[in-house]
Structures are given as C-alpha cells and as structure tokens.
C-alpha cells in the first residue's frame, strides 16, 4: 500500500511538474493566482395560491444577463431549487403553470441562499 501512495504521489508530481513546463509561463500563472473566486448558493422559494397553498408541477425559470436559463418543478408543496447559481450575477425568476399569471422577479445573488416566493395575480 505504501509502495502505492508512493508511486501515486511521484506521478502527480512529475505530471504536475511537465504540466507547469509546457502550459503555463509566468505571466499566465500570476494571473490564475489572482482570479477572483466564484462562489455558487443555491436559491429557491415556493409558488402558493393566495390561501398558502402550495402550486404542483409549477414551472419556474432562471435566466441571467445573457438569456442563458435553466428550469426547475415546484413540488407536491410548491417548493422548487436552484443549485450552484453563481453570486455577484443578475437573474430574472420567472414562473408558469396551470393557467395562472405571475410577475416575474429580478434578483442579484449576493450570497446567501434566497427565498423567492411568488403568488399568482
């Protein structure tokens, strides 16, 4: 098992020796060090009727500056998530099902996990 580890370190050394060596110079590698870090949260909210009933199979979309979106479902209790949105961006929620209106929402990320609610007009 040692032999192994071993083994197993010297490779990731000499591959990321070789690595360094031929892909990167310094000027490249001075500003991979200072890149800033993007950190992703994960946003979510409910879709409920006015009463606080949950709204089933609600669809609900997230799209960013660039018109880039990706969707999610609202639960049995109207609950739906997001993962890894990235912070510091702007998105526009937006929600349809079943025949009802919604107001579309425009939120910036900041960091902490969001709740956005949304209750049909």
Known sequence: MKK???????????????????????????????????????????????????????????TDANGNSVRSLSNPFGYYRFFEVETGMTYTVSVTGKGLRFTPQVITVTGENLDINFTPQ
């Open 4 to 62: 192994a580890l071993l083994l197993s370190s010297m490779l990731v050394a000499c591959f990321l020796l070789l690595d360094s060596q031929h892909l990167f110079n310094s000027t490249q590698a001075s500003s991979l060090s200072t890149a800033r870090a993007v950190t992703a949260v994960s946003i979510g909210g409910r879709i409920q009727t006015a009463e606080g009933r949950g709204i089933y199979r609600a669809t609900v979309t997230l």
